[in-house]
Every structure is written in structure tokens, then in C-alpha cells.
């Protein structure tokens, strides 16, 4: 009994489901047909305006594009399909410039992912809805963007060329009088301290009122002294302590004894010392 009823259950369900499938092609069967005449309504065809079909660039009436061949395209393309090529040119006033010489296009690899376009700094760039780009050979999907001739660089107006005179005037000036200050410098004699006992007998000197005498005095006082700094020891140089000295040091400066903090000092010093005269030996 329990087999029978299984089986009209299962007979049930089949018909069922062959009814609901039987309904999306019903439903089709008494639906007006519509054919596409393509290609003979391509003139009138509507297609969407923001479909990808490929990229291309965006010329102004006078056939100039804004791309500044920063390369930003190029970097975010996920699967290299946009080459770009650069040329360097001189400019009128002496600088360089770096121009698009060829930016390519390979459709055929092109996923339509717009990320060249949404990152374009200087929007130069949009995708066409000419979906028409079938070919028989892969070679002519690479496509060169920059198809137009290069136009020659605008000529300088009279205003430009006075302002970059006179900068350039102007910077000649500035490095002249910095090389005039610089050899006036190097030329000026060095300047000459004079103890009190030596300023002091410069005053006496003055008071006489006596001009040559003043000047005799200065000049021995000056030469005196230079004599005494040439003869003066030199500073003793300072002594560069390595990693293990200096955390000696430390420790000995932790405990805040004067004594302890020169006596080491004066040791670690010494050892240095004469660790780098033997590596000069």
C-alpha cells in the first residue's frame, strides 16, 4: 500500500514540475516576436551612452588632446594593456619639457574596467560607444590614440620674453654680487682680539692724539697678539668613545659622583686614545 502511494506522490511532483517549466515556454510562445534588423538600422540603433566599447582621446576643435604623458594610465591598468612612449624638448626659454610621443592601445586585451579614465589627471581620455570593432587579425586591435599630428609649441608673446629677460637679469645680478661678497670676504684680513693690557696701551696711544703713533702702536699690538695665537697649543681634539665606553660612562653618571664621573671620564678618554694611535701606526 505504502509503494502505491509513493508512487501516484512522486507521479505528482514530475507533472508538477514539467507544468512550471512548461510556463516560461508558453509564456514565450504567445509573446510577439521582435527581430533586430541590424545591420541595416545602424543608423538609428540605440545603443547606451555609457556602454565601453574602446578607449580613444578626447580632441578639441583645434585637434589638441591634454594628455601630459604622466604615465598614471599606464601604471593602473591591471593587465598592461596601454603603452606609453616620452620624448624630451627644449623649450624657448631654455628648459626641457617631457612630451607624449605614442601612446598605444591594445583592445584586445582591454578588460573595460575605466580605471585609466577615472584616474586621468587631466581628463584626456573616454571610452567610445562604437561597439562596431570586430577585425580579422589581432594586430589591428592595437591602436595608436594619438593619431592626430603634433602641433609646434606656441611661440613665446612679447610680455613673456621681457619677464624672462628680466629674471634672467636679475639672477646674473644676484650670483655676481654673491661672488663679489664671497672674494670681498676671502680678501678682508682677519680680525685681531687684543687683551686688556694691549687695549690699554692702545688708549694711552690715542690720547696723545698723535696719528702716527697711534697707528705704530696698533700695529705692534696687533702683530703681538697674532704672534701669541699662533703660539697658543692647539685644543686637543675630542675623543669619540664607543658603544661599550659610553654605557660606562652612563653607569658612572648614574651614581652622581663628581669624582667618579672624571675619573672615569679621564680613563675611558685615555683608552680611546691610545686605541686609535695604534690604528694609525
Given at each position: 500500500m505504502g509503494s502505491i502511494k509513493d508512487y501516484f506522490s512522486g507521479l505528482g511532483k514530475g507533472v508538477t514540475s514539467l507544468v512550471k517549466g512548461l510556463q516560461v515556454t508558453g509564456k514565450e510562445f504567445v509573446t510577439p516576436k521582435i527581430t533586430e534588423k541590424y545591420p541595416d538600422n545602424r543608423e538609428d540603433m540605440h545603443i547606451a551612452q555609457r556602454f565601453r566599447a574602446t578607449?580613444?582621446?578626447?580632441?578639441?576643435n583645434e585637434g589638441n588632446h591634454k594628455c601630459i604623458a604622466c604615465g598614471t594610465c599606464e601604471r593602473n591598468c591591471p593587465n598592461g594593456t596601454i603603452s606609453i612612449e616620452t620624448k624630451m624638448v627644449d623649450t624657448w626659454d631654455g628648459k626641457k619639457k617631457k612630451k607624449l610621443d605614442r601612446y598605444t592601445y591594445d583592445l584586445g586585451s582591454c578588460t573595460f574596467c575605466q580605471l585609466c579614465v577615472q584616474t586621468c589627471p587631466t581628463n584626456a581620455l573616454e571610452f567610445s560607444n562604437d561597439f562596431e570593432q570586430a577585425v580579422f587579425t589581432r594586430s589591428k586591435l592595437v591602436k595608436q590614440l594619438n593619431y592626430l599630428p603634433e602641433k609646434p609649441e606656441p611661440k613665446p608673446t612679447p610680455e613673456q620674453i621681457a619677464k624672462f629677460e628680466a629674471e634672467k637679469q636679475a639672477k646674473l645680478e644676484a650670483a655676481k654680487a654673491?661672488?663679489?661678497?664671497?672674494?670681498?670676504?676671502?680678501?678682508a684680513p682677519a680680525t685681531i682680539e687684543l687683551d686688556e693690557k694691549a687695549k690699554k696701551a692702545l688708549a694711552a696711544a690715542e690720547a696723545t692724539g698723535d696719528p702716527e703713533k697711534i697707528a705704530k702702536v696698533r700695529a705692534a699690538l696687533e702683530k703681538a697678539a697674532k704672534l701669541k695665537a699662533a703660539q697658543a697649543p692647539a685644543a686637543p681634539a675630542a675623543i669619540e668613545l664607543d658603544e661599550k665606553a659610553k654605557k660606562a660612562l652612563a653607569a658612572a653618571e648614574a651614581t652622581g659622583d663628581p669624582e667618579k664621573?672624571?675619573?672615569v671620564k679621564a680613563a675611558l678618554e685615555k683608552a680611546a686614545k691610545l686605541k686609535a694611535e695604534k690604528g694609525n701606526a
Open positions: 578607449l580613444q582621446f578626447i580632441y578639441d654673491a661672488a663679489a661678497k664671497k672674494a670681498a670676504a676671502a680678501e664621573i672624571a675619573k
